[in-house]
């Protein structure tokens, strides 16, 4: 029941799992979500692949206030937060 699109991704960017608020913001439904790369969800949204990196680069959680999203020819205005999810290998 969370409002807020919720993408997990594996470690090079691609889908893997996405809950129904993120199939609400893409417009599509999880099966055409997962196994794409981050990148081709948000087009060209540059600041959401530079988020991706920083939390990879650093392993702390990042985020962005108030970010403004061109998908599915609709403006957002989004806050996005990025966390490592990490298990005993890292």
């Given amino acids: 029941n969370l409002s807020d699109a919720v993408l997990l991704l594996s470690r090079d960017g691609r889908v893997i799992s996405c809950n129904p608020a993120g199939e609400l913001l893409f417009g599509k439904p999880e099966s055409q979500i997962l196994g794409q790369r981050l990148e081709s969800l948000f087009g060209d949204n540059p600041a959401v ?8 680069d650093s392993g702390q959680t990042q985020a962005l206030n108030d970010e403004t999203l061109m998908l599915q020819r609709r403006r957002h205005i989004v806050r996005m937060v990025t966390s490592p999810l990490l298990d005993t290998q890292d």
């Fill in 49 to 56: 692949g530079d988020l991706l990196q920083r939390t990879l």
